[in-house]
């Protein structure tokens, strides 16, 4: 038996090779199929069954690519009705993989058709169980995506079953390999984790602590963030199914002209410049925003742009492929392409380019008085853990919504974490107009080496 997470950090993804006796398995593969035709390819092993655990929301899953490429069979839970060919397990369905088998174990509660796989070993042992986002390092997965269909006490309520019933029963020492790690929107507040046993989380979950159902409801439903606008859109790809992605990345990876990139420019085109944060800074071309590679840019690509934008790509020379196969891992097909020569076409032609103001943590320190505004992106949990005194809070994912709270007028000094998530906030509030801004390099975590004192709720 063989076992291997295949991690994807900028969707905070896991997805699962499984293998027995030359006869593989695939959970919850990404878009592009190649890192598990390679798995199989170099283990000289077939692949049988492509197992998904619900309708991802936050990334177009692979399972049919794959299926076309393989003739693996792909296996939903019950209630998963899709437009396309799969095999729907009932509750406790038994999969042979070689020596191996795998129970298909409904758990609803994230989504109605939320199905967990219970691997047993050779010698019929419970080995692991992979949980999709039904039950992740520290969390479970949120009860409201389902944009109307279903309440999110509902579904909660359910989990509450599903968990209680179904997971907390197994022996302490079953692995949970869940769908997800740190960074994901699918919870909460995923642990650093990637992966964990039963008896772990029962110690150390908040939701899986002894409690009624209604207090379960309530713990599992308060403090939930809106989801990023384009969850409900790939739910329904991954129902409805996907185009072809080696088809999609062949239209899309288009090296454009500046005189092209200026056309789709001025047609309402929206330009991501996948430049790593320090080097956006020195020099864009003005209404970029700026995600860079260096961070979880599928995730912010989707909880910033328009899933319908027509994009418009700026990358540093050799990275404009990865700049857009990793859009397509979210569904963001819509890429005109790239700027050929990047950023250097646009300055040959003595085109303008903005910049950003940036302050290191100490040169804000010694600056700081009662007449600074900051505004600290982060989310609310960070800013609670520790803020600045008169920080304005208003995280990333809520920032183009929130303008009307800021002024034009007044100079902002912008931070976050590490100067990622910032970078983005600066360029997004100058595309809206704003101009007056600094970014604090290196974030809170630079900030916490300067004497500036900070608070938490409790104190302010």
Not at 120 to 141: C, K, M, R, S
Not at 347 to 356: G, I, K
Request: hydrophobic share 35%.
């Amino acid at each position: 038996m063989f076992i291997e997470q295949i991690y994807t950090d900028c969707l905070a993804q896991a997805a699962y090779y499984i293998e027995s006796e030359g006869e593989a398995a695939i959970i919850d593969p990404i878009r592009e199929t190649k890192p598990y035709l390679d798995y199989a390819k170099e283990r000289k092993s077939n692949i049988k069954f492509i197992f998904e655990t619900h309708f991802h929301a936050d990334f177009v899953s692979g399972h049919i690519d794959l299926a076309d490429k393989t003739g693996a069979q792909i296996i939903f839970g019950p209630l998963a009705n899709t437009k396309y060919d799969v095999h729907n397990a009932v509750d406790e369905e038994i999969f042979e993989l070689g020596k191996i088998k795998i129970k298909a174990m409904h758990t609803p509660g994230h989504t109605p058709e939320s199905t967990c796989y219970l691997l047993y070993d050779e010698e019929g042992n419970e080995h692991a169980i992979f949980t999709g986002d039904t039950l992740f390092v520290g969390d479970v997965g949120r009860p409201d995506l389902l944009d109307g269909t279903m309440t999110k006490e509902e579904l909660a309520g359910m989990m509450y079953e599903s968990l209680n019933n179904k997971i907390k029963v197994l022996p302490d020492e079953v692995i949970v390999y869940p769908a997800h790690g740190p960074g994901s929107s699918c919870g909460k507040s995923l642990g650093d984790e990637k992966s964990s046993t039963i008896g772990a989380q029962k110690s150390s979950n908040y939701a899986l602590q002894e409690m009624s159902k209604d207090e379960f409801i309530n713990i599992v439903t308060e403090g939930l963030l809106p989801p990023p606008q384009y969850f409900f859109t790939d739910a329904m790809i991954n129902k409805n199914g996907s185009d072809n992605v080696e088809e999609v990345l062949e239209s899309n990876v288009n090296a454009l002209s500046l005189d092209e990139f200026k056309t789709a420019l001025s047609n309402g085109a929206t330009i991501i410049d996948s430049r790593f944060m320090d080097v956006f800074e020195k020099g864009f071309i003005p209404g970029s925003i700026n995600i860079g590679l260096d961070g979880m840019y599928a995730i912010w690509v989707g909880t910033l742009i328009n899933h319908d934008a027509q994009l418009l790509i700026v990358a540093e020379n050799g990275m404009e492929e990865e700049s857009i196969q990793r859009l397509s891992r979210v569904g963001y097909d819509n890429v005109l392409g790239y700027l050929e020569n990047g950023i250097n076409a646009w300055t040959e032609d003595n085109e303008r380019l903005d910049s950003v103001d940036a302050f290191t943590p100490e040169q804000f320190a010694r600056q700081l008085d009662e007449n600074t505004t900051v505004l600290d992106v982060r989310k609310v949990v960070e800013y609670e853990e520790g803020h600045i005194e008169n920080a304005i809070n208003i995280p990333l994912a809520i920032l183009e919504k929130s303008l009307d709270q800021l002024d034009k007028d007044k100079t902002y000094h912008v931070h976050c974490l590490t100067g990622y998530r910032s970078m983005s906030a600066i360029a997004i509030l100058k595309a809206n107009g704003f101009n007056k801004l600094v970014n604090i390099s290196k974030g809170m975590e630079g900030l916490l080496e300067t004497d500036i004192p900070m608070l938490t709720n409790e104190l302010a």
